[in-house]
């Protein structure tokens, strides 16, 4: 039985490798008062009272263009999240995707021109376009530019270098590729609503349209002329490789299980978040110290994030996740519900240790994690993790992507899908 504030410790421990524009300013400002007048939750003497939140959509719906409406409707929706029970900042919000909406609207363009133009093999320029169709959340390029703009307003400079953008896509790219070479390896039937990759092309052009992604990253790094940097980024693909076989594998006694769970989410999901906010910082000529708060920004970010995927896998349907649900335990994987439930249901040990392979490990196992508080440790840690990248996060200048690196906390903790 693992002890729960030596599980917390552990998740928390904390090193290097371990594991202004005026427009956007009166947006911060309508956004401020518009929390104001329609809240979607308020707390009252401890009691959570709920409000129609059919005036913010209608609002929300007349100030939208046609042409993004769907998107940005997407996206409101997503920030309104961040005012459930469980959010972290109460001060007066801000929607992050509108206050880098120009940063934000080409970036999935910009990404298909660089992989359509560095192959004339038009299948490869398909398939490695694929993922890039503008239906993701975009979440880490969002996080990375406004990690710039915010240590760019730090140290009281104005605009986003072309450099930290391009960081934004590799980012972006390095991480699709991971999902190409996931996809190559779980064969799921669906990623982001659609058939995903591996079912439409065959388990060879994928790979190899993956490797070619991870080369265009490449080549568009070494434009960059930073020796800085491209080690940086390239300690992402060797977590990404590590972390992988550290998924293929096993660990017989609790204690060490939850160790390598944490080693494991950090190389497979946090290290590309940790170090691209690190790079934007060092785009910035950040001095160690302040590189070393956006990386453990980003390292936070990144765990909490995967433990929400982890606990979403368990209360989600495939409508909402755009993937199967139970999938973790169907490919044999013990994630933070499991293991959390392991204290008060120790048969689950032994599933484990066969990978759910057995006729009704998987359906034994899902209804265990439901009866115990697996599903509530795993927030409660994702939670920990969500306040202590927000307290980085207020170490910066006050400024609207300060702000809005603290809404982010909110979004990761939050999110439905």
Same mark, same amino acid.
């Given at each position: 039985?693992?002890?729960?504030?030596?599980?917390?410790?552990?998740?928390?421990?904390?090193?290097?490798?371990?594991?202004?524009?005026?427009?956007?300013?009166?947006?911060?400002?309508?956004?401020?008062?518009?929390?104001?007048?329609?809240?979607?939750?308020?707390?009252?003497?401890?009691?959570?009272?709920?409000?129609?939140?059919?005036?913010? #959509?209608?609002?929300?719906?007349? /100030?939208? $263009?046609?042409?993004?409406?769907?998107?940005?409707?997407?996206?409101?929706?997503?920030?309104?999240?961040?005012?459930?029970?469980?959010?972290?900042?109460? $001060?007066?919000?801000?929607?992050?995707?509108?206050?880098?909406?120009?940063?934000?609207? %080409?970036?999935?363009?910009?990404?298909?021109?660089?992989?359509?133009?560095?192959?004339?093999?038009?299948?490869?320029?398909?398939?490695?376009?694929?993922?890039?169709?503008?239906?993701?959340?975009?979440?880490?390029?969002?996080?990375?530019?406004?990690?710039?703009?915010?240590?760019?307003?730090?140290?009281?400079?104005?605009?986003? *270098?072309? $450099?930290?953008?391009?960081?934004?896509?590799?980012?972006?790219?390095? &991480?699709?590729?991971? =999902?190409? &070479?996931?996809?190559?390896?779980?064969?799921?039937?669906?990623?982001?609503?659609?058939?995903?990759?591996?079912? #439409?092309?065959?388990?060879?052009?994928?790979?190899?349209?993956?490797?070619?992604?991870?080369?265009?990253?490449?080549?568009? =790094?070494?434009? *960059? /002329?930073?020796?800085?940097?491209?080690?940086?980024?390239?300690?992402? #693909?060797?977590? *990404?490789?590590?972390?992988?076989?550290?998924?293929?594998?096993?660990?017989?006694?609790?204690?060490?299980?939850?160790?390598?769970?944490?080693?494991?989410?950090? /190389?497979?999901?946090?290290?590309?978040?940790?170090?691209?906010?690190?790079?934007?910082?060092?785009?910035?000529?950040?001095? %160690?110290?302040?590189?070393?708060?956006?990386?453990?920004?980003?390292?936070?970010?990144?765990?909490?994030?995967? *433990?929400?995927?982890?606990?979403?896998?368990?209360? $989600?349907?495939?409508?909402?996740?755009?993937?199967?649900?139970?999938? %973790? =335990?169907? =490919?044999?994987?013990?994630?933070?519900?499991?293991?959390?439930?392991?204290?008060?249901?120790?048969?689950?040990?032994?599933?484990?240790?066969?990978?759910?392979?057995?006729?009704?490990?998987?359906?034994?196992?899902?209804?265990?994690?439901?009866?115990?508080?697996?599903?509530?440790?795993?927030?409660?840690?994702?939670?920990? &993790?969500? #306040?202590?990248?927000?307290?980085?996060?207020?170490?910066?200048?006050?400024?609207?992507?300060?702000?809005?690196?603290?809404?982010?906390?909110?979004?990761?903790?939050?999110?439905?899908?």
């Amino acid at each position: 039985m693992i002890p729960l504030t030596i599980v917390f410790a552990m998740a928390c421990i904390g090193s290097s490798r371990f594991c202004a524009r005026a427009e956007k300013l009166c947006q911060f400002k309508h956004f401020a008062q518009l929390r104001k007048k329609i809240s979607t939750t308020c707390v009252k003497s401890g009691t959570i009272i709920k409000h129609s939140t059919n005036n913010f #959509v209608q609002h929300c719906q007349n /100030r939208t $263009s046609t042409r993004d409406s769907k998107t940005n409707i997407a996206r409101m929706m997503s920030s309104m999240q961040t005012q459930l029970p469980g959010s972290l900042y109460d $001060s007066d919000q801000i929607d992050p995707y509108r206050l880098l909406e120009d940063d934000l609207k %080409d970036i999935y363009d910009d990404i298909r021109e660089e992989l359509i133009r560095n192959t004339i093999y038009k299948e490869l320029q398909t398939i490695a376009t694929y993922y890039f169709d503008g239906k993701g959340k975009a979440l880490r390029p969002m996080v990375a530019i406004l990690m710039a703009r915010a240590i760019n307003y730090h140290k009281e400079r104005n605009g986003l *270098l072309d $450099s930290q953008r391009q960081i934004a896509m590799i980012s972006e790219m390095i &991480h699709n590729a991971s =999902l190409i &070479h996931d996809d190559v390896i779980d064969q799921p039937g669906f990623r982001r609503g659609k058939p995903s990759i591996n079912v #439409v092309w065959s388990r060879k052009k994928v790979t190899m349209t993956g490797d070619y992604i991870l080369a265009v990253t490449t080549n568009m =790094l070494a434009k *960059l /002329r930073n020796d800085d940097i491209t080690l940086t980024l390239s300690q992402v #693909v060797t977590d *990404l490789v590590q972390g992988e076989f550290m998924q293929l594998g096993s660990k017989e006694t609790e204690n060490e299980r939850f160790a390598h769970y944490l080693t494991k989410t950090y /190389r497979k999901t946090a290290s590309l978040i940790a170090n691209t906010l690190k790079a934007e910082a060092m785009l910035a000529d950040a001095d %160690d110290q302040l590189a070393e708060l956006a990386f453990q920004y980003g390292r936070n970010i990144g765990l909490a994030f995967q *433990l929400v995927d982890d606990l979403l896998d368990f209360v $989600s349907t495939l409508p909402t996740m755009g993937k199967p649900t139970a999938a %973790d =335990l169907k =490919l044999g994987l013990a994630t933070a519900p499991v293991l959390f439930a392991c204290e008060r249901y120790p048969e689950l040990n032994a599933m484990i240790m066969r990978r759910f392979q057995e006729p009704g490990d998987v359906e034994k196992a899902f209804e265990l994690v439901h009866k115990s508080q697996g599903l509530e440790h795993t927030r409660f840690l994702a939670r920990k &993790h969500c #306040v202590e990248a927000m307290k980085l996060a207020q170490s910066l200048a006050e400024s609207p992507y300060q702000k809005g690196l603290q809404v982010v906390c909110d979004l990761v903790l939050n999110r439905t899908k």
